[in-house]
């Protein structure tokens, strides 16, 4: 399946609308209008979720790319007309005919020629975290995963914004773990061009150990194996979804996850309390405010801590603080305190000097008035790496008020950079919000279904032959379906059905419905026919064109002459 490649400079320069301040200039396509303007090129805008909000504060990123936006005529900037790189292309998990499959590609970055059986796991671990036991487990039967391997002259990817001697030219502003650039975008669309159909969506896949990466075009990830597979899942949401975040603090929130009017919510069919309303009969929004929410970005020091202040109504009954940090790997290393007292902080398992998000949720409520929150880094060895990322406080309702149950699907308000609110389905059950959490949830779900059937046939093929029966010839006529429901190779717990009805010449053959193979007797079976085929799962509750379609096939030449 193809679908167009489009201009990666513009789904970078997404980031910087928001980075330079220049919203005047950038407003268009900063919003949820982001696709008019450049519709036509951007199939898959970039909305790069764990680091968009991130370049707020760097300007070297933001003035880069403007100077980029600024110097390049577009409709030049989409030809780039270069030989793609040398791609030794293996499967890694393949479903059927890419013809007929959704093709995600990991291109390598980074790794020098022996470093080959490296990129090759490094690949084969991320398409099976995504696909294997969850996130894209239950669509993996239209999914095919390569990797195309591309040697690099270096190791690794750059840092100070210089890309190394590799294919794509992956690198970092700074050393900082956020975002990671690549120099050389026509070569990733003249190597994913060169592939024609097998290739959906391309990967391109540093060899670099620790968090970063990008959305857009090109989903842009590192070999980091916490983050690795985090940063691939929630970006390649954006893109196959078209979904905006769900985080808060973004600027990004449309698509099916996101409510703006309480009267049009686009996951009505799933809501787990259709009674919960208020007094007027709107729909009831959990209760839940952002008291403090911030990107700071910023390189701990033992000299002083980085302290934020703020303050709370008092008016809620529970409250949750969430952080992230990278350069932090013991417990010794760092206190974190709210008003003076310890939050009891402990690093994740493994990380080392990688990423991690952290969550606290306290049954208690906030004070009203004021409160700090404190990141004293304790070891002064870790100066330069330690990194305080990103910090929220939530509060919440009581549990009648704010339903915490995962699983419970009704209005959440999520609260954008500027502290506007809209609605996402569940509190903490989907990727596109929490990058920890490995699955989307059902809202997400139906629309990846949705979307990925959009270009695909149910049909993968018609084979004709023939059969002697006794006397009689048959033409037989066999039909190779999509490997879902009843014909899954791997079954799944929920509930799939094919409903297969045939015609031939416009007149029904009832006797072959529901089945995937049809004998006729030879001399009756020319003709026209047309097998309609309808899917239904229960991960889908729209009504959606993309889960049925007609198959015409013609059979024109009798088993035995005439
Ligand atoms: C899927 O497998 C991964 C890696 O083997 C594991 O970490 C994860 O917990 C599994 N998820 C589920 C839902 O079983
Ligand atoms: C967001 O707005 C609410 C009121 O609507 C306010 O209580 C809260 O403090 C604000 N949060 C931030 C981080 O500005
Ligand atoms: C240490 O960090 C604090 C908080 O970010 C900052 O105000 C201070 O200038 C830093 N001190 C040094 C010596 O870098
Ligand atoms: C065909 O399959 C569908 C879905 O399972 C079912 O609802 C329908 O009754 C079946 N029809 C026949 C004639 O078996």
Same mark, same amino acid.
């Given at each position: 399946?193809i679908?167009?490649?489009s201009?990666?400079?513009?789904? !970078?320069?997404l980031?910087?609308?928001?980075?330079?301040?220049?919203?005047?200039l950038?407003?268009?396509?900063?919003?949820?209008?982001?696709?008019?303007?450049?519709?036509?090129?951007m199939?898959n805008?970039?909305?790069?979720a764990?680091? %968009?909000?991130i370049?707020?504060?760097d300007?070297?990123i933001?003035?880069?790319?403007?100077?980029l936006?600024?110097?390049?005529?577009?409709d030049?900037?989409?030809?780039?007309e270069?030989p793609?790189?040398?791609l +030794? @292309?293996?499967?890694?998990?393949?479903s059927g005919?890419?013809?007929?499959r959704?093709?995600?590609?990991?291109?390598?970055d980074?790794?020098?020629p022996?470093?080959?059986?490296?990129?090759?796991?490094? !690949?084969?671990r991320?398409?099976?975290?995504?696909?294997?036991?969850?996130?894209?487990?239950?669509?993996?039967?239209?999914?095919?995963? /390569?990797?195309a391997?591309?040697p690099?002259r270096e190791?690794?990817i750059?840092?100070?914004?210089?890309?190394?001697?590799?294919?794509?030219?992956?690198?970092r502003?700074?050393?900082e773990l *956020?975002g990671?650039?690549?120099a050389?975008?026509e070569?990733?669309?003249?190597?994913?061009?060169?592939?024609?159909?097998q290739?959906?969506?391309?990967i391109?896949?540093?060899?670099?150990p620790?968090?970063?990466g990008?959305?857009?075009?090109?989903?842009?990830?590192t070999?980091s194996?916490l983050?690795?597979a985090l940063?691939?899942r929630?970006?390649?949401?954006h893109?196959?979804?078209e979904v905006?975040?769900?985080?808060d603090?973004?600027?990004?929130?449309?698509g099916a996850?996101?409510?703006?009017?309480?009267?049009?919510?686009? /996951?009505r069919?799933w809501?787990?309390?259709?009674?919960?309303?208020?007094?007027?009969g709107?729909?009831r929004?959990e209760?839940?405010v952002?008291?403090?929410?911030?990107?700071p /970005?910023?390189?701990?020091?033992?000299?002083?801590p /980085?302290?934020i202040?703020?303050?709370?109504?008092g008016?809620?009954?529970?409250y949750?603080?969430?952080?992230s940090l990278?350069g932090?790997?013991?417990?010794?290393d760092?206190?974190?305190?709210?008003?003076?007292?310890?939050l009891?902080?402990?690093? *994740?398992?493994?990380?080392g000097?990688?990423r991690?998000?952290?969550?606290?949720?306290?049954? #208690?409520k906030? &004070?009203?008035?004021?409160h @700090?929150?404190?990141?004293?880094?304790?070891?002064?060895k870790?100066?330069?790496? !330690?990194?305080?990322?990103?910090?929220?406080?939530?509060?919440y309702?009581t549990?009648?008020?704010?339903?915490s149950?995962?699983?419970?699907?009704s209005?959440?308000?999520?609260?954008s950079?500027?502290n506007?609110?809209?609605?996402?389905?569940?509190?903490e059950d989907?990727?596109?919000r929490?990058?920890t959490?490995p699955?989307?949830c059902?809202?997400?779900l %139906?629309t990846?279904?949705?979307n990925?059937? #959009?270009?695909?046939?149910?049909?993968?093929?018609?084979k004709?032959?023939?059969?002697?029966?006794? &006397?009689s010839?048959?033409k037989?006529l066999?039909? +190779?379906?999509?490997?879902v429901? +009843?014909? *899954?190779?791997?079954p799944?717990?929920?509930?799939?059905?094919?409903?297969?009805?045939?015609?031939k010449?416009?007149?029904?053959?009832?006797q072959f419905?529901n089945k995937?193979r049809a004998e006729?007797?030879d +001399?009756?079976?020319?003709? %026209?026919y047309?097998?309609h085929?309808?899917?239904s799962?229960?991960?889908?509750?729209?009504?959606?064109?993309?889960?049925?379609?007609d198959?015409?096939?013609k059979?024109?030449?009798?088993?035995q002459?005439?």
């Amino acid at each position: 399946m193809i679908i167009p490649l489009s201009l990666v400079l513009l789904a !970078a320069d997404l980031f910087i609308s928001r980075a330079c301040g220049c919203h005047d200039l950038y407003e268009p396509y900063a919003q949820d209008s982001l696709h008019q303007p450049f519709g036509r090129f951007m199939k898959n805008p970039s909305h790069d979720a764990v680091f %968009e909000n991130i370049a707020d504060t760097d300007q070297s990123i933001a003035q880069h790319r403007l100077s980029l936006e600024t110097t390049k005529d577009v409709d030049a900037a989409l030809e780039p007309e270069v030989p793609p790189p040398p791609l +030794d @292309v293996v499967p890694l998990i393949i479903s059927g005919p890419s013809t007929n499959r959704v093709d995600f590609v990991f291109f390598s970055d980074g790794y020098l020629p022996e470093e080959r059986a490296k990129f090759l796991s490094d !690949a084969l671990r991320l398409a099976e975290d995504v696909s294997k036991n969850q996130t894209f487990n239950t669509v993996q039967p239209l999914l095919n995963f /390569w990797a195309a391997f591309s040697p690099s002259r270096e190791s690794g990817i750059g840092v100070g914004g210089l890309p190394k001697d590799t294919p794509f030219g992956l690198f970092r502003y700074g050393t900082e773990l *956020r975002g990671v650039y690549y120099a050389h975008p026509e070569v990733g669309k003249a190597a994913c061009d060169s592939l024609g159909t097998q290739c959906d969506y391309p990967i391109l896949l540093g060899n670099d150990p620790l968090y970063g990466g990008l959305g857009g075009d090109f989903t842009v990830i590192t070999a980091s194996t916490l983050n690795g597979a985090l940063v691939l899942r929630h970006e390649l949401g954006h893109s196959i979804l078209e979904v905006g975040e769900e985080y808060d603090g973004g600027f990004g929130y449309y698509g099916a996850n996101a409510a703006h009017d309480l009267k049009i919510i686009p /996951w009505r069919q799933w809501l787990s309390d259709a009674t919960r309303v208020d007094t007027s009969g709107a729909p009831r929004v959990e209760r839940s405010v952002m008291a403090m929410q911030a990107y700071p /970005w910023t390189l701990l020091n033992a000299t002083d801590p /980085w302290s934020i202040k703020f303050e709370s109504s008092g008016t809620y009954s529970r409250y949750s603080v969430q952080f992230s940090l990278s350069g932090i790997p013991n417990k010794k290393d760092l206190r974190v305190t709210l008003d003076g007292d310890e939050l009891g902080w402990l690093p *994740r398992e493994k990380i080392g000097m990688d990423r991690w998000f952290y969550n606290f949720h306290s049954p #208690k409520k906030l &004070a009203a008035g004021k409160h @700090v929150l404190s990141f004293n880094l304790l070891n002064g060895k870790k100066e330069g790496a !330690a990194q305080l990322c990103s910090t929220e406080v939530l509060e919440y309702g009581t549990e009648d008020e704010f339903i915490s149950t995962p699983g419970f699907y009704s209005l959440y308000p999520t609260f954008s950079d500027l502290n506007q609110t809209s609605y996402r389905p569940t509190n903490e059950d989907c990727l596109m919000r929490s990058v920890t959490v490995p699955n989307l949830c059902k809202v997400c779900l %139906e629309t990846l279904w949705i979307n990925l059937l #959009k270009d695909l046939d149910f049909v993968d093929n018609i084979k004709e032959s023939c059969k002697q029966n006794h &006397a009689s010839t048959l033409k037989v006529l066999e039909l +190779d379906l999509l490997p879902v429901a +009843d014909l *899954r190779k791997i079954p799944i717990a929920h509930k799939e059905t094919y409903t297969i009805t045939w015609e031939k010449d416009g007149r029904p053959l009832s006797q072959f419905t529901n089945k995937t193979r049809a004998e006729i007797e030879d +001399d009756q079976s020319l003709g %026209e026919y047309t097998i309609h085929v309808k899917f239904s799962t229960e991960e889908v509750r729209l009504e959606s064109p993309s889960l049925q379609g007609d198959w015409h096939h013609k059979v024109t030449a009798l088993c035995q002459g005439s």
